[in-house]
């Protein structure tokens, strides 16, 4: 019998030692991941790297149910959480509600991730006393992306710091559990650890927020081109590459199928 959900994310909350966080878009990924992760995220970022596109913006809820889905029979004990796309949320608090409500009726996930602060506080506070549990996501929100070069560090500016404080403010206000912080100086994303009361996830932020995430595609080294905050832990690229020149080779010289490969 696994752990409750309410129980899971407790059990994140109170953990002590930093947060490991990967991302996952299906079972075998999330199979993978699960044994070493406290919080394996179905993140609109599949949009670009699984199906090409150049932002998140044109992931849709069905679609990201359906990764969700997958997702979820891959992992045992890390917390699953499912970003909702643009256009599900930000219009209508009572629009989120259904939507989000539709995503773990339908993925069997643990919560959602919704990006924003200020603007969408409503929606947060209404989905958790729906007792739908909500991730945050402040700093760069790549669904306000439009063009590449729209990928800015944010909180250079006393402007732009106050208003990513502000922001993570009110999501912990609305009663999210956790936040992302993505791409802020270094400075503003440990002033923001120190501020808050929930923990606080870094990508392209600080080692000292509470936990760490990347896209799990990055770190194996699947794309020649990261951005800066990426480590890249594999080149899964030269090795895939490497084995199927071999493939290709033995085809062409007819070394396979060989007779231990036919019937």
Do not use: W
């Amino acid at each position: 019998m696994g752990i409750k959900k309410d129980n899971k994310i407790k059990i994140f909350c109170k953990q002590k030692r930093p947060l490991v966080c990967l991302t996952a878009y299906n079972k075998h990924m999330a199979t993978i991941v699960d044994p070493f992760c406290d919080l394996v995220l179905v993140g609109d970022s599949l949009a670009m790297v699984l199906y090409g596109e150049t932002n998140t913006n044109n992931a849709s809820l069905q679609t990201m149910i359906e990764h969700g889905k997958s997702v979820v029979k891959g992992c045992a004990k890390s917390i699953v959480i499912v970003d909702m796309p643009k256009g599900t949320y930000e219009s209508l608090p009572k629009v989120a509600l259904k939507n989000a409500k539709k995503i773990l009726k339908e993925t069997g996930c643990d919560g959602v991730k919704l990006e924003g602060g200020v603007k969408i506080s409503d929606t947060i506070k209404l989905l958790i006393k729906n007792k739908i549990p909500v991730m945050g996501h402040i700093g760069l929100m790549p669904q306000q992306v439009k063009h590449p070069k729209d990928y800015k560090v944010k909180g250079r500016s006393l402007e732009e710091q106050e208003l990513i404080i502000n922001d993570l403010k009110a999501v912990e206000k609305a009663g999210a559990f956790s936040v992302v912080i993505e791409a802020v100086t270094e400075k503003l994303a440990n002033k923001l650890t120190k501020l808050s009361k929930i923990k606080t996830i870094g990508i392209g932020a600080s080692k000292k927020c509470d936990g760490q995430i990347l896209v799990t595609e990055d770190l194996l080294g699947f794309f020649n081109k990261n951005a800066k905050f990426v480590k890249k832990y594999a080149d899964i690229n030269g090795f895939i590459s490497k084995a199927i020149k071999r493939f290709k080779s033995d085809v062409i010289k007819r070394k396979f199928p060989s007779k231990k490969n036919v019937y």
